[in-house]
């Protein structure tokens, strides 16, 4: 079955260190990925994605790759802000016919000044 | 922004009672998602509901649960007859299309 494995938490950062949120997937066919980001007392919020193989996506400086090769799509952020506190989940979505987002385990991160 | 609203956001029900989650998605949108997680668990698939009828569910979404959209802006989540181990999470989230979800900010069941 479809499963995503994520770095686990929780990491505690200084602010403007670099961010790297490791996630790797298995799945069947051509997944969409996905990392989630929840605020204290928020919904889950789509932070970025991509469709393909290749596929950079990014968003408010976040980036991620998605790497078939490694089955991996690890988030990077260059210079943290105490604003990014928050857990971070990857996800996919398995491909055509299927609407369901498979979840990691939500990975907390906390930026101190 | 248009959001998705879920009511009430901290829910406490005894065991065995019946329990009703109660989203409003967007207005707009065709798609609605049930998800739950359990505290330090995985957000989990519950069931997606698509025309009037479930779409998807998982192996969770059993006969305990079930849908509806009463009325054309709501879409509720109905467990039966509560159990300690359902207290959790639960999002509901809506979509245009089946490609990004908006989420809400979750309801918190506590079964005593």
Redesign the interface.
Known sequence: GNSVTQMEGPVTLSEEAFLTINCTYTATGYP?LFW?VQYP??????LL?A?KADDKGSNKGFEATYRKETTSFHLEKGSVQVSDSAVY?C?L?AGAG?????????TKLSVIP | EPEVTQTPSHQVTQMGQEVILRCVPISNHLYFYWYRQILGQKVEFLVSFYNNEISEKSEIFDDQFSVERPDGSNFTLKIRSTKLEDSAMYFCASSEETRSYTFGSGTRLTVV
């Open positions: 969409s989630y007392g928020e919904g889950l919020q789509l994605k469709t989940f996800a979505r299927s609407y369901q987002l498979t979840f990691g385990k939500g």
